[in-house]
């Protein structure tokens, strides 16, 4: 019986060395050192044996698992060592190498254009204020001149919320009433920028969550002429000297009188083209003088103060910028057009 351990043990060893991976030596674990191994076997032999052999043979089959048991961690050791040499063999670094250069990100096309709005406004003095995206039904509506019943609220499909009175602000105009009554009784030049929801249907032009940027100047002596000379200078700073643009009569239920502004196509030079719709011109943005009611609601006596502002579009204007034709790319997340813009 000890001549059959002894040939176990010597089988045993030569089958771990044998084992060339972890996996090979789990697999030679279960072999001889599991619930169903040769060692575990032998071990459970003892019960046949007469009461004369039992001390020796379990003395001895007991040293043959604690060799095989020791081997076994020992050489799983030696596997692993082997494999941390060879992957920092593999993986080592080479410091006399250059470094490897470190790629910049860039601007979504979106943070350009807004940016350079601000740089523009900030070169007129004007200074940047931001608003709330969730507002009240007043300061969205009725405090801009626009009561519950008023049918200009048609001009908005707007996203309303669960909160009787709160909704998605569907443009940035809410930010005039509250610049007004933060800076009462002091002159105004701000730059309103925020983002907008509107429940529309999804186009190439059109989409339920955009960025605009409104304009807002309040003062003692300021009449259409300022606001004329301030977009007129916007678009040549904006598109390139030379620009020209048009006022079309409109209507908004914030501003008297009011107009759409309109510049010749940058992109066909007054030409006509499809951007245009062989217009020769492309819409920028809604302008006017502040109403009354609205100075009012701000603060400002209408008697002796007027203002004027103006809203824009900022994916129409980085669409007429950069030429592209189709909003839906700018929130599409497409590297192949965000890397363009380096």
Not at 95 to 107: I, M, N, Q, S
Request: hydrophobic share 40%; glycine share 8%.
């Amino acid at each position: 019986m000890r001549e059959q351990l002894d040939n176990l043990l010597q089988e045993a060893g030569a089958a771990l060395q044998a084992a060339v991976d972890l996996e090979q030596v789990a697999a030679w674990r279960l072999a001889y050192l599991g619930r169903k191994g040769r060692v575990t076997n032998a071990i459970k032999a003892v019960s046949t044996l007469s009461p004369e052999e039992r001390p020796a043979y379990g003395q001895r089959v007991n040293e043959v698992k604690q060799e095989l048991e020791a081997a076994y961690l020992a050489w799983v050791e030696a596997l692993k060592q082997a494999e941390r040499e060879r992957s920092l063999v593999a993986d080592q670094v080479d410091v006399t190498l250059p470094g490897r250069p470190v790629r910049p990100g860039r601007l979504h096309p979106i943070t350009r254009t807004l940016r350079d709005i601000y740089r523009i406004f900030a070169e007129m003095g004007f200074q940047v204020y931001r608003s709330l995206d969730v507002e009240t039904d007043d300061f969205n509506f009725g405090l801009l001149n626009i009561p519950p019943d008023h049918p200009a609220r048609d001009m908005w499909a707007t996203f309303y919320t669960m909160t009787p009175g709160v909704i998605l602000r569907t443009h940035t105009s809410p930010g005039q009433i509250r610049a007004m009554r933060q800076y009462y009784p002091e002159p105004i030049r701000v730059v309103l920028p925020g983002t907008c929801y509107r429940y529309e249907q999804i186009t190439a032009r059109a989409d339920i969550m955009f960025n605009q940027v409104e304009g807002l100047a309040v003062g003692q002596a300021i009449t259409m002429a300022d606001l004329k000379g301030t977009i007129a200078d916007f678009a040549r700073r904006m598109f390139g000297e030379g620009r020209r643009v048009r006022f079309r009569a409109s209507y908004f239920p914030f501003t008297e009188p009011s107009a759409e502004v309109d510049m010749d196509c940058n992109l066909c030079a007054g030409r006509g083209c499809r951007v245009c719709k062989n217009t020769g011109w492309v819409e920028i943005m809604g302008a006017g003088m502040v109403h009354p009611v609205v100075l009012r609601n701000g603060g400002y006596d209408p008697a002796v103060y007027t203002g004027f502002a103006c809203g824009m579009g900022v994916e129409r204007i980085a669409m007429l910028k950069f030429g592209i034709e189709d909003i839906r790319y700018f929130w599409g997340n497409d590297l192949r057009f965000l890397e363009q813009f380096s």
